[in-house]
């Protein structure tokens, strides 16, 4: 029972912190937080096939995917260090490191010695390299995220180019 509130708390209490944060900064790096999001559910499912780990405290039974993690404490963890970080490249990959060396070493021995579950085919040392190298990929889908929505806020026309005459390779007129 006191696995499964730990649980429900690495969800509850990670998304409540975003309540301190100001709207425009959450919805700035939202995007970010959704595609680690994706990428930790696409390596779960790798690594459920590749027998990575075995979870055996769930609290959403159907999911093969560490739910708690990745929809839980990922998401908002990543919104918040990329609050302080963002712009400061070192300084973002040393609170990285520093974050996923907790993750995957004292973090990791407390859930299994808790018995929420067990590494089988991969080490604690093999995940901290593997989330090393997540955080450096979100960084750089963050700065194109940032240059493709500051050309988009300088450029005059619509989102979307439907003139036709571009279309066919008709020369617009100059005034």
């Not at 963002?86 to 907790?102: A, P, R």
């Not at 089988?120 to 901290?128: C, E, L, P, S």
């Not at 450096?136 to 493709?148: A, K």
């Not at 929505?149 to 617009?172: T, V």
Request: proline residues 4%; charged residues 15%; contains cysteine.
């Amino acid at each position: 029972m006191l696995n499964k509130v730990i649980l429900w708390s690495m969800i509850v209490i990670p998304w409540l912190s975003l309540l301190l944060l100001r709207r425009d900064v959450v919805k700035r790096y939202m995007p970010v937080a959704i595609f680690t999001s994706l990428l930790m559910t696409i390596y779960n499912e790798i690594a459920f096939t590749q027998n990575h780990w075995q979870i055996k405290v769930k609290i959403i039974p159907q999911l093969v995917s560490m739910a708690p993690f990745v929809y839980g404490a990922f998401i908002p963890l990543v919104i918040w260090i990329f609050c302080f970080t963002f712009h400061q490249f070192w300084l973002y990959l040393i609170t990285n490191i520093g974050l996923d060396l907790l993750f995957a070493f004292p973090v990791d021995y407390f859930f299994q010695a808790r018995g929420i579950y067990e590494l089988v085919n991969i080490t604690q040392t093999q995940r901290f390299m593997l989330f090393v190298t997540l955080a450096i990929v979100i960084y750089g889908y963050q700065r194109w995220l940032e240059s493709v929505l500051k050309k988009a806020e300088h450029h005059d026309k619509s989102m979307f180019d439907i003139d036709p005459r571009r279309w066919f390779g008709a020369r617009e007129r100059t005034r």
